[in-house]
């Protein structure tokens, strides 16, 4: 049975630990709570699957060795970026988020400690909790245990692949080939347009008829380019069907021989097959009604909060319906995010609307914005519209991933100021 943890303070609770989580709590610790009437009264609780914080995006590359990156600085522990907050203000919890009860504003959550299920009652919440890959190679949804494990197992099998087969076009499944690309097979010379007999057989198989969605065609095409280069293979226009372990080995990280089916009827087989299709928003938690169709919790796009789900619940990053998963973009639903939350709480306090101003609206910016590295030289991508050359994609993301953003995030310096 549950036990409900007893708290004479309100909490507000984030569920999450990562881009939105690790944002929003420190600047609720930063902004919305000393703002409070009688501040004390309220406790900031994190809950999360992970105790580490890391940079995603740099998963295509630090999946294939640890030497690409400083591991103190890829994995953070989340508690050493709030040891500045006083422990009466702030508590993280090592666990899952079970269910969430809207109407008794409750949430479980399995802790990881024990398994034990310890039920905490809210005042406000946040749901940050993201979106899970297909491959358990991307991201530390299923905890750190789980993400080290499987690149392990990963790295052991790559030395022996002689086909690599990675469904989706998407920026994950081109970053993926391109990282595995130019490690096993290193890069064609400046006159030749593809790598002639690659070492490694790396084919991408996308649905669509072009590669990176969010990007114009000739964009697209010059990723292709940039991926021939290192030996990888485009197949357009289908979709992998089936994908069946070899010898049943039916390993959840795939990384026994797998045959794989496309849709027009083609049967491949590689030595490692590696799903990139796809997010699957981490909300077997909250009650249907809440979600929309496709599995996101149903979040107004202007004020950020879970209207169905009664006062003072929001949602942001990759989990919510609010806009679309990108790190830019939820870096600006934060500060509305807060400030609404903020004025919503002033006046569960007792404030006035006139004492507490207007409620802050969020927009999100649908220019064509983002930046996809072909290995550790090259790239491509577009900001507010405007094509980027491959130099400027490589200085800003391809040379380290953003890693040179997170240190400041996880610590809580990038919400110094109130925006
Ligand atoms: C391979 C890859 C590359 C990417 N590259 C880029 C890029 O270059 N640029 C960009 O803008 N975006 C990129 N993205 C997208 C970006 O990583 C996401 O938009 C971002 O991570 C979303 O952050 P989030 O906080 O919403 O959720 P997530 O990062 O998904 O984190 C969710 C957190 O919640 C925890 N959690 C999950 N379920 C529960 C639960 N029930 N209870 C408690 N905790 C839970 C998880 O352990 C995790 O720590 C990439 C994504 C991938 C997979």
Known sequence: MAQTTPSTQKNIIILGGSYGGISSTHYILKHVVPALPSSSSYQVVLVSTSTQAMCRPACPRALISDDFFDQQKLFVDITKGFEQYPNSSFRFVH?????????????????????????????????????????????????????????????????????????????????????????????AGWFSSNLANPKVAITVVTADSKILPALRA???????????????TVIKNARVTNAVPIGGAAGADRVSKTTVTLSDGQTMEADLYIPATGLIPNTNFVAKELLTSNGRVETSSTT???????????????????????IHILMEAIPVLCANLKRDLLLDAGKTESEVGAERTFKEDTSETQMVAIGTKKGVG??????????????????????????????????????
Do not use: C
């Open 95 to 187: 666990g899952t988020a079970t269910s969430l009860d809207h109407t008794a504003r409750t949430v479980s959550v399995s802790v990881a400690a024990d398994n034990s299920i310890e039920s905490f009652a809210y005042h406000a919440l946040v749901i940050a909790t993201g979106a899970s890959t297909p491959s358990p190679l991307f991201g530390l949804n299923q905890g750190e245990t789980i993400l080290r494990e499987s690149w392990a197992a990963f790295r052991k099998a790559l030395p022996a692949a002689k086909t690599i087969i990675i469904a989706g076009g998407g920026p994950a499944g081109i970053e993926t080939a391109g990282e595995l690309g130019e490690y096993l097979n290193g890069r």
């Open 382 to 419: 577009a900001a507010m519209g405007w094509q980027l050359p491959s130099f400027m994609v490589w200085l800003i993301k391809g040379r380290d991933y953003w890693l040179w953003t997170t240190g400041n995030l996880w610590s809580g310096k990038q919400w110094t100021k109130e925006t």
């Open 304 to 326: 950020l909060r879970v209207e169905k789900a009664g006062p003072r619940v929001y949602a942001v990053g990759d989990v919510s319906s609010a806009a679309r998963p990108a």
């Open 218 to 232: 000739s964009i697209a095409a010059k990723a292709e380019v940039q991926l021939a280069k290192v030996g990888v």
